[in-house]
């Protein structure tokens, strides 16, 4: 029997607060690897109004101006009016950075230590991580969370170019996709939220981004007389940033992987260099699952992978095809872990990830990216999947 439903994902723009919160925080990550590698960084991010607190553990031998880092951070992302007063050059910046703790470090670190049971590189914390790909996208991710993502990334490239003056920072976008035995047939509803400048009427920003926005991005095949289109639904959005709401790093993780539709272990990945396998494990997990789908093995795919603090080994891993496998689920897994290693050290090596890249990562979803330094996008290994399955 077919099967409809709709299902929903949402995105967030650069200047949302919790995402100028997650910019702050790669930015410091990436000068601290683009002078030393082995940085270890867990750098959080808190804004309000004026305001720009940041905290943490990072060891380093990386020397730069950290003030100087967010400011440039906060500039980027387009918070320059005076019209707002959340402004990169008179933002308040409150360091509380410290050193990483030597009890982490040393289940971390590979080298011996007392209670340690072994030499290797642990993982920097406990913790489960998931990775997802599927096939209905060219991308290899559901489709709802790339739509939103598209909507987004096309918002802040007319703004940036000045297309129109009246465009803000601030922004969400929302597709909702109709389903029909498990493919996209159509887009039931649009929403964008868009902060703006004084002056400018509802009707034309509702026009423009009809016009310039969805219609430009979004395939038109999925577009019906019937899609909805919400745009500032509230009919005003002046007031926006970290004026308008708190941001805090790691609060848009349903953002940051495949809106809803794969799960998610719970660890944040902003700010976190690559020995915290909240973030490695997660791209790791990305990069099996989408060479999974690419070598044609199944038409979706969910990995999971679980780690205890300082043990060098994930302690279970797990593959779902919800069904739609092309060889057994028991195959594809065997010739998963032939084909792959899941130490810690070992995945910072197959994703060449002690590079500053992560700035690259933060904006419009960590996965479904095409840029050649954000490794677990790659398809390299599907050959030898499709090989080792035999």
């Known amino acids: 029997m077919s099967r409809s439903y709709i299902f929903s994902s949402e ?6 607060p919790d995402k100028v919160c997650d910019t702050i925080s790669d930015a410091i990550l990436d000068a601290c690897l683009a002078q030393d590698k082995n940085s270890r960084v867990a750098c959080e991010t808190f804004v309000k109004s004026n305001m720009v607190v940041v905290g943490g553990e990072i060891t380093t031998k990386a020397s730069f101006d950290y003030s100087e880092v967010i400011r440039d951070a906060i500039r980027g992302i387009g918070y320059i009016n005076n019209d707002d007063i959340f402004h990169a050059d008179h933002v308040f910046i409150n360091n509380y950075l410290t050193r990483q703790s030597e009890d982490i470090s040393q289940g971390v670190d590979a080298k011996k230590a007392a209670g340690k049971k072994t030499a290797e590189q642990g993982a920097g914390d406990q913790g489960l991580m998931f990775g997802y790909a599927t096939n209905e996208t060219r991308e290899l991710m ?3 969370i790339m739509f939103a993502h598209r909507l987004g ?4 490239r007319l703004r940036k170019r000045g297309v129109v003056d009246w465009l803000r920072p601030d922004a969400k976008s929302q597709v909702s996709v109709i389903y029909q035995d498990g493919q996209p047939v159509a887009i039931s509803n649009v929403v964008i939220s868009t902060q703006h400048a004084e002056g400018v009427s509802h009707r034309e920003i509702e026009k423009f981004c009809i016009e310039n926005v969805v219609r430009k991005v979004l395939p038109k ?3 019906t007389a019937k899609t909805e289109f919400l745009i500032n639904p509230t009919g005003r959005f002046v007031i926006g940033g970290p004026q308008g709401d708190a941001g805090l790093t790691g609060r848009k993780i349903i953002v940051d992987t495949y809106g809803g539709m794969g799960r998610h272990g719970g ?10 396998v909240d973030r490695s494990a997660a791209y790791m997990g990305r990069y099996v699952a989408k060479n999974i789908v690419a070598a044609g093995l199944a038409a979706k795919c969910e990995v999971q992978f679980a780690y205890a603090i300082g043990h060098p080994r994930p302690v279970s891993i797990h593959i779902d095809t919800f069904g739609t496998h092309t060889a057994s689920e028991a195959k594809i897994e065997r010739a998963v872990k032939d084909t792959f290693s899941f130490k810690p050290a070992d995945i910072v090596k197959q994703l060449n990830l002690l590079r500053p890249i992560y700035s690259k990562s933060t904006n419009y979803g960590h996965f479904g990216k095409t840029d050649a330094d954000l490794t677990w996008e790659n398809t390299d290994k599907a050959a030898a999947l499709k090989k080792a399955v035999g």
């Open 153 to 156: 990334r096309e918002l802040t």
């Open 142 to 144: 559901p489709a709802p």
């Open 221 to 223: 095949k999925l577009l």
């Open 11 to 16: 995105s967030v723009g650069e200047g949302h």
């Open 267 to 276: 660890g944040a990945f902003s700010g976190k260099d690559p020995s915290k």
